[in-house]
């Protein structure tokens, strides 16, 4: 919550620096009777949030996270197209939606015109190791492209923003009974033209985890979202992958079948009818005839479907962890590799508070790489 909290208020803050479009819609969490306690709840926590670390004393003068309860007929006013039977809502003024291609191309520009800053594009990392002498760090194997031959590097200090490749990494250097179990699922999103949106203007999610049908477990559920072009789109779902297991070789990891995720990377129609019986429950003249599907991606999950809930996980390792002292060490440990996990929604909302958190908090401010 916090990287959140922080993540949007820096987030606000260089998208007005940078001329990265963005709009302030609003979020109503919607409730049907039997859900009204979950938002009372969350309404309840929300007031006891205090202010994230690194928070500017002009933030502090104002509320952490804003919400306001409001009954079903005013959230109606907001939202005519709700269903009758939502009873209650959460409004939440300050959330917002973000053209996310143009905030990338920022990132890019200010890494490229600061002094020292290189990106190296279509390199993919197929090896890390220790390293303790002639000098401490980690050697990083990259090959760009198509070509056979591979670079080398040593990085006195590692930040494995891998995404969903971010255990395999750590994992190629665990012991087989230490490494961390890795789960994946997929989550659709679909495109929608037709009835029962007619007035649609803020982000509409439904309490998570409840409703006729549990596609929604472990996820914020069906919700509506729009794009800076006004199109609305639902999702994501979640649909639990079996992927093929992993195999080490002599000449280092292979799947089992490598087209796996290619072929679950493509949408399809086959999860329309139970997003379609979820998004009725508060959008009710939605048609499934007018349901498309859009886009689709994996969800990096840190445990099972039957395994409750855990994102956000950010591990430290030491080049003597691997070493055969057991990690022991003389002095001070130093040259990290930080590994980010779980980095699920709010990935992107919290991407400027967590690199602010890996560089100044966990590394106290080093100037190293």
């Known amino acids: 919550m916090r990287l959140c ?41 929300v007031q006891n949030l205090s202010w994230p670390v ?51 191309e ?25 390293a303790l002498t002639p000098e401490k760090g980690w050697v990083v194997q990259t090959v760009t492209s198509d070509s056979e031959e591979g670079d080398a590097l040593l990085a006195r200090t590692l930040i494995n923003a891998s995404g969903l490749a971010g255990p395999m990494i750590l994992n190629s250097l665990l012991p087989r009974e230490k490494r961390i179990a890795m789960y994946y699922a997929r989550g659709s999103y679909a495109s929608y033209k037709g009835p029962g949106i007619s007035y649609i203007s803020h982000l509409i999610y439904p309490c998570p985890g409840t409703g006729r049908t549990e596609h929604g477990f472990q996820s914020l559920g069906t919700h509506l979202t729009l794009d800076m072009q006004g199109n609305i789109k639902f999702g994501p779902d979640l649909d639990w992958l079996d992927p093929p297991p992993i195999e080490e070789t002599d000449e280092g990891i292979e799947h089992a079948d490598p087209d796996f995720w290619t072929r679950h990377l493509v949408p399809d129609e086959s999860r329309l009818k139970m997003m379609h019986e979820a998004i009725t429950e508060y959008l009710p003249e ?22 409750g809930f855990q994102d956000f996980v950010f591990r ?51 100037d190293e790489a």
């Not at 620096?17 to 709840?41: C, D, M």
């Not at 020292?116 to 190791?129: A, P």
Request: net charge negative.
């Open 5 to 45: 909290l922080r993540g949007r208020d820096l987030l606000y803050e260089h998208c007005e620096g940078s001329n990265v479009p963005y709009q302030k819609t609003g979020k109503l969490v919607v409730a049907q009777e039997h859900q009204r306690p979950y938002i009372e709840n969350l309404h309840a926590k």
């Open 54 to 104: 690194h928070s500017s004393v002009e933030h502090a003068r104002r509320a952490v996270l804003p919400t306001k309860l409001i009954e079903g007929d005013e959230a109606r006013v907001l939202e005519p197209d709700l269903s009758k039977s939502i009873a209650a809502a959460l409004w939440s003024p300050e959330t917002g939606i973000i053209d996310s291609h143009s905030l990338m």
């Open 106 to 130: 920022s990132f890019e520009k200010d890494i490229t015109e600061t002094e020292g800053g290189e990106l190296v594009y279509s390199t993919r990392v197929v090896r890390v190791d220790p």
């Open 286 to 307: 939605i048609s499934l005839e007018g349901l498309q599907p859009d886009y689709c991606g994996i969800r990096p999950k840190l445990v099972g479907p039957e395994g």
């Open 316 to 366: 430290t390792d030491y080049p003597e962890n691997f070493s055969s002292t057991g990690g022991r060490s003389c002095g001070e440990l130093e040259n990290p590799m930080i590994t980010l996990m779980g980095i699920e929604s709010p990935g992107l909302t919290s991407c400027l508070a967590i690199a602010e958190m890996v560089v100044d908090d966990m590394l106290g401010g080093k």
